[in-house]
């Protein structure tokens, strides 16, 4: 998956503490999606976002989570005040801009979050 | 509610044993159907877009189709690099964000030698 960068590759936290998440898309590409996959669960739609606009959130928890993909820069999904339930892999996919023909996401290797 | 949903969930095959894979989708107002490969500890990689029924793309062993109610992905006599969880994806255009992709569950594929 060369192209969409997202580090940390792992992050370990304390229950209570922040989570940083940051995903360089690919070049070229103006949209940014955030997702999450739980254990035997399937990926499911966070944040849709462009720069400096948030696009869709509606698949993001109203309480502690916030995005943010500005002019320069990456895009950061920030979890506070972490509890155990945030653990699981979240991913980063962009694409080309959608006026028109829908254009595919490309995916990060994603960020393992675990909350001990 | 749009919902998509994959089977088998799992699927064993010998080398060169061919089979396919089903992802049935409701949807409204479909604007494109996405097919993934998932290795372990990776992200989705990209395989196929499909945008209307009797569509069919082709790469490799693989091939994609699309009906107005769901999709397969046929693998022609598949070789243990194959083996992977295959991710369905649609995307839809009314009533909801046009940007966020609705996944299934996967089929994971294990090809024997």
């Known amino acids: 998956n060369a192209g969409v960068m997202q580090n940390p590759r792992h992050l370990v936290r304390r229950r209570g503490q922040e989570a940083r998440l940051r995903c360089s898309p690919m070049?070229?590409?103006?949209?940014v999606y955030w997702y999450r996959q739980l254990p035997e669960e399937g990926l499911k739609f966070m944040v849709y976002l462009q720069k400096e606009n948030i696009i869709d959130e509606s698949g993001m928890p109203k309480e502690r989570f916030s995005a943010e993909f500005p002019k320069e820069g990456p895009s950061i999904l920030r979890i506070q005040q972490v509890v155990r339930g945030d653990s699981a892999a979240y991913f980063c996919?962009?694409?080309?801009?959608?006026?028109?023909?829908?254009?595919?996401?490309?995916f990060g290797d994603g960020t393992r979050l675990s909350i001990l | 509610e749009d919902q998509v949903t994959q089977s088998p969930e799992a699927l064993r095959l010998q080398e060169g044993e061919s089979s396919s894979l089903n992802c049935s989708y409701t949807v409204s107002g479909l604007r494109g159907l996405f097919w993934y490969r998932q290795d372990p500890g990776k992200g989705p990689e990209f395989l196929f877009t499909?945008?209307?029924a009797g569509e069919e793309k082709e790469k490799e062993r693989l091939k994609a189709t699309l009906t107005k109610k769901e999709s397969f992905l046929h693998i022609t006599a598949p070789k243990p690099e194959d083996s992977a969880t295959y991710l369905c994806?649609?995307?839809?255009?009314?009533?909801?964000?046009?940007?966020?992709?609705?996944f299934g569950k996967g089929t994971k594929l294990s090809v024997k030698p």
């Open positions: 499909l945008y209307s």
């Open positions: 994806a649609v995307q839809g255009g009314y009533g909801g964000s046009q940007g966020n992709l609705i």
């Open positions: 070049k070229g590409h103006s949209h």
């Open positions: 996919a962009s694409s080309f801009r959608t006026g028109g023909a829908v254009q595919p996401q490309h």
